[in-house]
């Protein structure tokens, strides 16, 4: 058999060639559409985060401005009513100031992972200064607050497992009812050959309505907008507390309970 023409060896080397760019040009263009759809996700929810930042502002700005045109109005001269003004006044405050502060932390959480201080430490003394923590409001509602702990020392970063637990404890207190029962389960945890710190916020609450659970770590997101807005809420704890256990790259989850009530599950890589 002869040798190929020098022509014919050009031409399949030339279709070979057609070929792989074409495959390559196909994998740049997928690439730049997902790139795009990318841009226009980010670009869609910092235009829901402005959205939403103004009208969580904008909400108590109007109440105070509301009392206090009523205080000038007269209302002033009625001890009780302008008490109940004044009061109504420094609630819608404190929810400014608590917005400003969730809202700083997302955006730190968000900014990049620099701001981790892994480091190890013993936890009992850590869950034990959250337990202080709520323990005057959890006896103002006659709720029962208890921690089970299998764990002596963990390597997270100290500050912001607090801050999550704390954020979920705190969520728990204050949509339960009275007389509820609130329990932090701290333990080992084994899936696929990989170890984790798993830490539980289990309540006997209401729960949350299943359509709502894939979407409560979004910020701003409220399963019951009156509820939490009247309870105080700045609708930002659930999404500081998906940051904070992302930002250690591990994994939250919420369920509701066949009995009732909700478990938040956080699990920590240990390593």
Same mark, same amino acid.
């Given at each position: ?10 031409v ?9 760019l074409?495959? !390559? !040009?196909?994998r #740049? ?10 841009? /226009? ?12 930042? #103004? ?25 009780? !009513? ?5 009061r109504?006044i ?7 100031d #608590? ?7 997302l955006?730190?959480?968000? $900014?990049s ?7 190890s ?24 607050f ?21 954020? /979920? ?16 389960? $701290? ?5 696929s050959?990989?170890s ?12 949350? $309505? ?19 807005r009247?309870s ?5 704890? !659930? ?7 992302i ?5 939250v989850?919420a ?6 009530g909700?478990?938040?599950?956080l ?5």
């Open positions: 058999m002869g040798i190929p023409p020098l022509s014919f060896l050009m399949v080397f030339l279709m070979g060639l057609s070929i792989i074409g495959l !390559l !040009l196909l #740049s263009r997928r690439k730049l559409r997902r790139v795009e759809n990318e841009c /226009l996700l980010l670009k869609k929810q910092r235009t829901d985060f402005i959205a939403n930042l #103004s009208h969580e502002l904008k909400t108590p700005l109007t109440s105070i401005q509301g009392f206090t045109e009523s205080l000038r109005d007269g209302a002033v001269k009625d001890f009780q !009513l302008a008490d109940s003004f004044l109504k420094e609630d819608n405050v404190e929810r400014l #608590s917005l400003i502060h969730d809202i700083l932390d955006s730190r959480l968000e $900014a992972d620099e701001h981790l201080r892994i480091e430490f013993l936890l009992p003394p850590l869950l034990k200064s959250i337990e202080d923590q709520f323990a005057h409001r959890f006896q103002q509602k006659s709720q029962l208890r921690t089970q702990n299998q764990l002596t020392e963990v390597r997270l970063d100290a500050k912001l497992l607090e801050q999550a637990l704390s954020n /979920l404890i705190f969520n728990a207190h204050r949509y339960c009812q009275d007389g509820a029962i609130v329990e932090l389960v $701290a333990k080992s945890f084994s899936q050959g990989k984790f710190y798993l830490f539980e916020v289990i309540d006997n609450g209401p729960g949350i $309505a299943d359509q709502d659970l894939s979407r409560i770590f979004e910020r701003f997101y409220r399963p019951d907008k009156s509820r939490n009247a105080g809420g700045t609708g930002l704890g !659930l999404a500081i507390v998906n940051h904070i256990v930002s250690h790259g591990g994994m989850e369920l509701n309970l066949p009995t009732g909700m478990k938040f599950r699990l920590f890589p240990a390593s």
